[in-house]
Nanobody
Framework: QVQLVESGGGLVQPGGSLRLSCAAS????????MGWYRQAPGKQRDLVAV???????NYADSVKGRFTISRDNAKNTVYLQMNSLKPEDTAVYYC????????????????WGQGTQVTVSS
């Protein structure tokens, strides 16, 4: 019983910025990692950025230096600050969480958000 709710997507011009948010809720026991993936039309879903419970981060080469992932542990929320956006960044962005949840019957699994559209166009 875990939900991931994303927000912050939209239309932006090249060179602009957006900040995505993803809040996890439910009977969460512990979170191993949270991250962002994206899927452009006709392409596979790829990792954009991830942050682990220990605070380590990893980014796709295509977004290094432009995107920053951060977290608010108290709110079970992860953010993706996207700067210097390019048309190639256009995609549906999905929040992902690797966590343990449940009431009594605890299980570790991955959860996905519904996705939020990011369109970079002039």
């Amino acid at each position: 019983q875990v939900q991931l709710v994303e927000s912050g997507g939209g239309l932006v011009q090249p060179g602009g910025s957006l900040r995505l948010s993803c809040a996890a809720s439910g009977s969460i026991f512990s979170i191993y990692a949270m991250g962002w993936y994206r899927q452009a039309p006709g392409k596979q879903r790829d990792l954009v950025a991830v942050v682990t419970s220990g605070g380590s981060t990893n980014y796709a080469d295509s977004v290094k230096g432009r995107f920053t992932i951060s977290r608010d542990n108290a709110k079970n929320t992860v953010y993706l600050q996207m700067n210097s956006l390019k048309p190639e960044d256009t995609a549906v962005y999905y929040c992902n969480a690797d966590l343990v949840a449940g009431i009594g019957d605890l299980q570790r699994r991955e959860y996905w958000g519904q996705g939020t559209q990011v369109t970079v166009s002039s």
